[in-house]
């Protein structure tokens, strides 16, 4: 079993549809990564988060650090969101991300 | 503002042939960098880190290495490349030497071994 889980592995949904990205991990935390792949394969940080709720434009993440899971949201989906979106955790001691293996993401017109 | 280069950004070399990946900072000084690999269908693979200029983690043992020459310059190696070496290499960079700090991404390297 992975250390961290992802949900679903692939997600097609209509432009305008409200969109859930689920993660889930089995190790003690310091803080929860959400990044964006680029069909071309390039790497965006969009959250960084440790407890609670961020939001960025459409984007809202969410962390449940009990229950050792967390969600991405996007409001409002646009054909531009569609990409791989990727959960990484961060151990609670050193420098080492681990990966999940990502949600490929298709928003149609 | 800070930027971070990578190249080539694609390659492809016969199994055996030796590697060098190229990454470079600018606009910050002392960052912590890293070297990802991203094979076929997998998720992200730290390959080494490093926070300071040689002071390279190797954190899969493996035929690749890393050298840190300059405070902003990671370049990953290898003597002999195998099949398995391809894939899509990211370097990274941090402010702070924490999982808990965001990681900013190159563009990456494209690699194919034939």
């Known amino acids: 079993k992975n250390e961290v889980e992802q949900s679903p592995q692939n997600l097609t949904a209509q432009e305008g549809e409200f969109i859930t990205i689920n993660c889930s991990y089995s190790v003690g935390i310091s803080a929860l990564h959400w990044l964006q792949q680029h069909p071309g394969g390039g790497i965006v940080s969009l959250f960084m988060l440790s407890s609670g709720k961020k939001k960025h434009g459409r984007l809202i993440a969410t962390i449940n650090i009990q229950e050792k899971h967390s969600s991405l949201h996007i409001t409002a989906s646009h054909p531009r969101d569609s990409a791989v979106y990727i959960c990484?955790?961060?151990?609670?001691?050193?420098?080492?991300?681990?990966f999940g293996e990502g949600t490929q993401l298709t928003v149609n017109p | 503002s800070q930027t971070i280069h990578q190249w080539p950004a694609t390659l492809v070399q016969p199994v055996g042939s030796p590697l060098s990946l190229e990454c470079t900072v600018e606009?910050?000084?002392?960052?912590?960098l890293y070297w990802y690999r991203q094979a076929a269908g997998r998720g992200l693979q730290l390959l080494f880190y490093s926070v300071g200029i040689g002071q390279i983690s190797s954190e899969v043992p493996q035929n690749l290495s890393a050298s840190r020459p300059q405070d902003r310059q990671f370049i990953l190696s290898s003597k002999k490349l195998l099949l398995s070496d391809s894939g899509f290499y990211l370097c990274?960079?941090?402010?702070?030497?924490?999982?808990?700090?965001?990681?900013?991404f190159g563009p990456g390297t494209r690699l194919t071994v034939l």
């Open positions: 990484a955790v961060g151990e609670t001691s050193g420098s080492r991300l681990t």
């Open positions: 606009g910050t000084s002392n960052p912590n």
């Open positions: 990274a960079w941090s402010v702070q030497p924490t999982s808990a700090d965001t990681q900013y």
